[in-house]
């Protein structure tokens, strides 16, 4: 294996690892030092970059990042005179373990990662600082990453990010939430951090690829734990599960063989997991129990359901899946939401009306600036046979794009529609 190739899988563990990390010491040194704590983990980063570059990855990757991470932070915290906590590192009893049944929940949450999560959802901070918060520390995303995620400006997140450490400092005292009041309140933003995580790990904004299956996984991961404490388990647990079951299901058809990204018309759906398929469509059901009026997670479900049973593209419920999206805009308006209900409006009512419909679109969205909207009206271009603002409209998605297989696969769809 050449270094290249090493530096890759050891970013591959660091991203995977990252918030557990951050959460582990932060339970261990208190939110006070978050800014200290980021830092020594980076610089573990760093010196494990070096090191295992040049000799084999140990074993327990975790373990040995969680080490040099917490070795830093303790020389830091002498440096500047701190009082560091008595007991040694070696006496930390960590238990880094993924599996469902040794993280079970009783009244107070159990997993490290999980628990940042509710600490930053403290109602005491705003609801865009907390989600700010949990991407930054949680999920390790980048202040890139979090502009698009949250459809802001870069520098408007750089901003943010600061601040919101500053009030997470001053404001949260331990990771520690044992009042169930104070649980079942903070699921709601929760859920939105974990649905965040999920949606940039299936479609990821940057990078070399599209799907990043270790961010899914752990999203799945910390929303199944909800549902092992009574005040954390509702239908829109349930929901959201369900949708990421039906998104995770398509996983193998979306790239072929070439590495390639495959758009949902072509894509092969004899790959679609029918085992995930089946326990989203569980979940859906148990979901929609207790649950009179819909939340959107259950209607994003529903839309995934239905691309998931139809047995080809042509046979999908287009009319179905419009209906559940003007029910989620009367629900909760979002731009994006708005671009993306474009598409089953072209499907059903032909290109020209859907030309129409994007042309409404607020002209200051941050939708129009992104390569989806660019590329859903070369789509619609394309269907009217209308070649030059096909190219036009096409190209603007290739240069706005920041993912290189979605660069890629623009450009291959203007090659083959041009010659």
């Not at 009041?181 to 690829?209: C, P, Q, T």
Request: glycine residues 2%; contains cysteine; charged residues 30%.
């Amino acid at each position: 294996m050449d270094i290249d190739q090493n530096n890759e899988i050891i970013e591959h563990i660091f991203r995977h690892e990252y918030g557990k990390i951050i959460a582990l010491l932060t339970h261990k040194f208190g939110p006070y030092n978050i800014e200290k704590i980021e830092d020594s983990v980076q610089e573990a980063l760093l010196k494990a970059m070096q090191v295992w570059g040049y000799q084999m990855i140990p074993k327990n990757p975790t373990s040995w990042l969680l080490k040099v991470s917490s070795n830093r932070l303790i020389d830091r915290l002498r440096k500047d005179k701190k009082k560091v906590l008595q007991n040694d590192f070696n006496e930390f009893n960590v238990k880094i373990n993924t599996r469902q049944n040794d993280l079970l929940l009783n009244n107070t949450i159990n997993d490290s990662q999980l628990k940042m999560i509710f600490a930053c959802c403290n109602p005491v901070i705003s609801v865009e600082y907390q989600l700010i918060l949990s991407l930054k520390l949680v999920s390790g995303f980048n202040n890139r990453e979090i502009s698009e995620i949250l459809l802001k400006k870069e520098e408007t997140i750089a901003k943010s990010v600061t601040r919101a450490k500053k009030k997470f400092k001053k404001q949260i005292k331990t990771l520690d939430i044992p009042i169930e009041m104070s649980l079942s309140s903070r699921v709601k933003n929760v859920l939105k951090v974990l649905y965040l995580m999920f949606s940039e790990g299936y479609n990821a904004s940057f990078g070399k690829i599209v799907i990043k299956r270790d961010i899914c996984f752990e999203s799945i991961r910390l929303a199944l734990l909800l549902l092992e404490n009574k005040n954390t388990k509702s239908p829109e647990v349930y929901a959201l599960i369900s949708l990421m079951c039906f998104h995770t299901s398509r996983f193998d058809a979306r790239i072929n063989d070439k590495n390639e990204l495959v758009d949902l018309e072509h894509q092969d759906r004899d790959k679609y997991d029918r085992s995930l398929i089946t326990l989203g469509i569980e979940h859906l059901e148990l979901a929609t129990r207790k649950k009179n009026t819909p939340s959107s997670y259950h209607l994003q479900a529903a839309v995934s359901y239905y691309h998931c049973i139809a047995l080809n593209f042509k046979e999908t419920d287009w009319e179905g899946i419009l209906y559940l999206y003007d029910l989620q805009l009367k629900q909760n308006y979002s731009p994006i939401l708005e671009l993306n209900r474009i598409i089953p409006f072209f499907k059903l009512y032909g290109a020209e009306k859907g030309l129409i419909e994007i042309n409404k679109l607020d002209k200051n969205s941050m939708t129009l600036k992104n390569a989806l909207y660019y590329s859903i009206k070369s789509e619609i271009y394309n269907k009217l046979n209308d070649i030059e603002n096909f190219k036009i409209d096409i190209n603007k998605a290739i240069k706005l794009s920041k993912n290189e297989m979605e660069k890629k696969y623009l450009i291959k769809k203007l090659k083959l529609r041009i010659n």
